[in-house]
């Protein structure tokens, strides 16, 4: 999980702040409006660089859904219409048999057996992508898997590192396998002498998927370097 700068209410598109302005006492299960519900999906695709705000893979229009931060509660949260409150996460319909992780790459998954992030946490509290500490929870692995950081002192934000990953579902096999590939394919970059600045870089709008993996490949490579 990558820090996501805290958006504004400002910032959200014109359209969402109008269809607020004409319906002050709505909550998100009245927003039925699809063409505005569209436009505010992909100002938080924009924003993320195309990257699921909790593991990171590539999402677009047909590969996401709108999550709350703080969750809806069955329509009693009173932030369920902030546009700080929201983001977007992979998965757009866990309903279906083929889930899609990256856009037009069906992975063939049947049923809800991998269903992760947004769809699989429920109201349960995790870390939030808008927590500038958010990156100090966890720890990225050379086999794909994410961790818990060992180097947290605090007992209660090892719990919470700990509830994310689990309901979450961060470590789902398609997840560690991805970002194993993530993590290999950055060393093989490295070797072939691409900088660091050019492997991170943004593409186009777009973030490399699971780019903590690809920063933690990058660490390890730069410690052998140095003979650490």
Request: with cysteine; charged share 25%.
């Amino acid at each position: 999980m990558r820090h996501i700068r805290l958006p504004k209410e400002s910032e959200a598109p014109q359209s969402f702040q109008r269809w607020k302005k004409r319906h002050p006492q709505a909550n998100y299960g009245r927003f039925k409006d699809a063409d505005v519900k569209r436009e505010l999906k992909n100002s938080y695709i924009q924003r993320q660089g195309g990257l699921c705000c909790y593991c990171e893979s590539r999402i677009g229009m047909e590969t996401s859904h709108i999550e709350h931060i703080d969750p809806q509660m069955g329509g009693l949260s009173t932030h369920s219409m902030e546009y700080a409150n929201m983001a977007a996460s992979c998965i757009k319909d866990p309903k279906k048999e083929s889930l899609l992780f990256s856009e037009g790459t069906p992975l063939n998954v049947i049923g809800d057996s991998l269903l992760h992030c947004g769809h699989a946490r429920g109201t349960n509290r995790v870390v939030s992508p808008y927590d500038p500490r958010c990156e100090t929870f966890f720890s990225y692995s050379s086999n794909g898997e994410i961790k818990v950081n060992p180097n947290l002192e605090n007992a209660e934000a090892r719990a919470l590192a700990y509830d994310s990953i689990q309901f979450l579902r961060l470590n789902v096999p398609t997840l560690v396998v991805l970002r194993k590939v993530a993590f290999t394919e950055t060393i093989k970059m490295l070797q072939r002498g691409i900088s660091e600045n050019d492997i991170l870089r943004d593409i186009n709008g777009k973030s490399p998927p699971f780019i903590s993996s690809a920063k933690t490949a990058i660490k390890l490579w730069n410690k052998i370097k140095e003979g650490k």
